[in-house]
């Protein structure tokens, strides 16, 4: 495997790095000869932050990032598959963790890519996670939204499982509830016993709970997905179940139910390819903003997790890869014709999932991971071997509907915190600041 050996970066070389941007900082400006083709993509738990404690290396490396004036001197995005509160909150945290200012408009939650599936917004969604489920099924554009809690209280015989909760008195339903039209799962519950119960009931149902189940249908109504984390990690030694766990105990329980499978309309969050293609989108965003004209051409992804991380980010540069071999199989076919591309085969060229659509095309060509070491990955567990002989031993924490392929979990580099991941990129990028 080309990069798991673990490589840490000596502190002489670092030091004399520093010397040397030093000297150059003396006789160029920022503004002037570093317009940058390259933006930065962070997660935040186990990279910026494990719970609510800052990673000592993490003010250190964006002290690196803003100019005297606490403006970014890169475009960076924060990509997290947190999905319990409006981006703007995630931003407030981020300035006071790293003491330096951040907008909402570089933040990617889970759900943030909700914003591109237009055609859900004006119908009737049941949303599931914790934190403010309808203001941030609003902020995204949701107009009929309706929680697992205000379902519960128009049919309180259906909560069942924790014996203190059932009904003391008998009880009827509110039937004045409209029918439900799709399902958006933002995070893992507080009481799962309550979410599983109930989004099954919807799911059986049709969206509407005045039915009966019926688990002979060949399909069941949309299901939208965020944060496929099996695991992440908080303050504790090992890592704690995620929104990805909750999944699996939904799939499995429809499965046993009804005997087929689960489907899903879209599965957000990393690694999915419409959280980075949404995360690319505000790169360039923010370039147009500072008025650096030259477009962004590579992206740098740091996290700490070899299956959504290092996964997503190796899986939005295969994207990019295949974009660009069909853009210019595209333009060969032009040239050689003279004129123009016969309408099958730009069709078949231009074979897009409705939520590119939505964004206009990237023009990044090429994604870079990068893995460090204060998350999920630890280099003292896991014993560097190659990529295919890792797999074989290895338990496969990705999402059911993501299937394993070992050149996706192999970093670009492994390196020991996000200072030093910010060096890395600096060197290969040959990029000098003044800070």
Not at 124 to 129: H, K, M, P, Q, Y
Not at 182 to 195: K, Q
Request: net charge neutral; charged share 20%; with cysteine.
């Amino acid at each position: 495997m080309k990069a798991l050996g673990l490589v840490f970066r000596s502190r002489n070389c670092l030091v004399s790095r520093l010397v040397q941007v030093t000297a150059l900082a003396q006789s160029a400006s920022t503004s002037s000869t570093n317009k940058p083709r390259f933006g930065l993509l962070f997660d935040i738990d186990g990279v910026l932050v494990r719970g609510k404690t800052p990673i000592p290396a993490a003010k250190k490396a964006f002290r690196k990032l803003v100019d005297s004036n606490g403006q970014f001197v890169i475009p960076v995005v924060f990509v997290t598959n947190a999905g319990n509160c409006l981006r703007q909150k995630k931003a407030n945290q981020l300035s006071h963790i790293l003491d330096v200012p951040i907008s909402q408009d570089q933040v990617v939650m889970s759900h943030s890519p909700l914003r591109m599936f237009r055609k859900y917004h004006d119908k009737c969604v049941l949303v599931s996670g914790q934190g403010p489920v309808l203001d941030i099924a609003k902020n995204l554009g949701f107009t009929k939204v309706i929680s697992i809690d205000m379902l519960r209280e128009s049919f309180p015989l259906l909560d069942m499982v924790d014996h203190n909760r059932r009904p003391k008195l008998p009880s009827s339903p509110i039937v004045n509830r409209p029918i439900i039209e799709a399902v958006i799962l933002f995070g893992e519950p507080i009481r799962w016993e309550t979410n599983l119960q109930l989004i099954i009931d919807v799911l059986l149902t049709n969206g509407n709970l005045s039915n009966t189940f019926e688990t002979s249908h060949s399909s069941h109504l949309p299901l939208l997905a965020c944060n496929m984390d099996l695991l992440w990690m908080a303050e504790a030694q090992s890592p704690r179940f995620g929104h990805g766990t909750f999944m699996v105990c939904l799939e499995n329980i429809y499965k046993k139910i009804t005997g087929k499978e689960l489907k899903y309309e879209a599965l957000m969050g990393k690694p999915s390819e419409l959280t980075y293609h949404y995360a690319e989108y505000l790169i360039r965003e923010q370039a147009v903003q500072r008025g650096w004209r030259a477009p962004v051409t590579t992206l740098y992804a740091v996290g700490d997790n070899l299956m959504t991380d290092i996964y997503g980010a190796n899986l939005y540069n295969r994207y990019l890869e295949e974009r660009l071999t069909r853009k210019n199989a595209k333009t060969l076919v032009q040239v050689a014709t003279g004129t123009g591309v016969p309408s099958q085969v730009a069709q078949d060229m231009d074979v897009d999932g409705s939520w590119e659509t939505e964004l206009a095309s990237p023009s990044a060509t090429s994604c870079k991971s990068i893995l460090v070491c204060t998350g999920v990955y630890n280099p003292h567990t896991e014993v560097p071997r190659a990529a295919s002989q890792c797999l074989k031993q290895t338990v496969f924490h990705g999402h059911r509907d993501f299937h394993i392929d070992p050149a996706l979990v192999e970093p670009g580099s492994i390196i020991r915190d996000v200072d030093d991941a910010v060096e890395l990129i600096f060197e290969m990028e040959k990029f000098v600041t003044l800070v």
